[in-house]
């Protein structure tokens, strides 16, 4: 193994990018005129972690990354016209794949990131962009901060700060959803709702304003309400309607995925946590605890 010149073992270096619980927003940024699909990703408190230790005796390839992972790892070595560095690749991730917690997006960004670190470069949002937009219509968890986003063109629309934040409770429903097959189904919902959309998205756009999360909670389970329309999910009827019981403040969904929460301003009691366990379980599914937003 590379050592440093005091001889201890070479630093081994690392990239970390947050995951979501789907979308607080999803839906047109302008339906009236060719819509795009518009986001508004809710970050979540779990991570995907991507790890490089040098090694002058291991292979230069990234055979311990994902098929996705490994493609920004090329594109990153293109960009820069560096060659790939003899050392041993690592990961970790506490997101679920295929429910619409970004996994994959996360593990572009974490790849990404600990590349930046490898050859000590000045992190560059617009390489990051830059990649993602060559693999996958994507997240924005390489902010560190909401943001209204369109998806298919890698484009910040509005930043929209850090002072919100959640706690939640949820689900993953069964099942997966191909993002870009329903994506006509989507684009014909937001058309057909466009003043639906309109109103919600401005509501949400005001709750980040004034800082108000009762008001981003509102606005989320209208988006989550309007999502059923499209790609309904099984427990969200059943959700919603014990929302108001349980104090939550609003309800969420990972609009092409399979979550499903509640969203709660201020942190729930043991008991009232005790409640929505039990809730979900006689739905046939174990809920989740996490925080979610920036605050």
Not at 62 to 88: C, M, S, V
Not at 106 to 122: E, G, K, N, Y
Not at 182 to 199: F, G, H
């Amino acid at each position: 193994m590379l050592t440093d010149a005091d001889n201890r073992p070479a630093r081994t270096v690392s990239g970390v990018c947050h995951g979501t619980l789907g979308e607080l927003y999803q839906g047109p940024l302008d339906a009236r005129d060719r819509p795009e699909i518009a986001i508004v990703s809710f970050p979540v408190d779990r991570h995907s972690w991507v790890y490089f230790t040098p090694d002058a005796g291991a292979p230069t390839g990234t055979e311990n990354l994902g098929a996705k992972a490994a493609k920004a790892a090329r594109l990153f070595l293109d960009h820069y016209g560096l060659e790939p560095p003899p050392g041993r690749w690592n990961t970790y991730s506490d997101l679920d794949v295929g429910v619409g917690m970004a996994s994959s997006t996360a593990d572009i960004v974490a790849t990404l990131r600990c590349l930046f670190r490898v050859f000590s470069l000045p992190y560059d949002s617009r390489v990051v962009i830059g990649v993602l937009s060559a693999i996958e219509r994507a997240d924005s968890v390489f902010l560190q901060e909401y943001a209204l986003y369109l998806s298919g063109r890698h484009r910040v629309v509005h930043r929209l700060g850090t002072g919100i934040a959640f706690h939640t409770a949820f689900v993953a429903e069964p099942g997966t959803v191909d993002t870009a097959g329903v994506t006509p189904q989507l684009l014909r919902q937001y058309r057909r709702c466009a003043a639906e959309y309109e109103r919600c998205l401005t509501d949400l756009l005001k709750g980040f304003a004034g800082g108000d999360p009762a008001a981003v909670a509102r606005a989320s389970t209208v988006s989550a309400t309007l999502s059923q329309e499209v790609l309904p999910k099984q427990t969200f009827d059943a959700v919603l309607a014990r929302r108001e019981e349980f104090g939550a403040d609003g309800v969420f969904v990972a609009h092409t995925g399979s979550l499903v929460g509640l969203l709660f301003a201020r942190r729930p009691a043991p008991a009232v946590k005790g409640e929505v366990s039990a809730f979900f379980h006689s739905l046939g599914h174990q809920c989740s605890f996490a925080q979610g937003g920036y605050a």
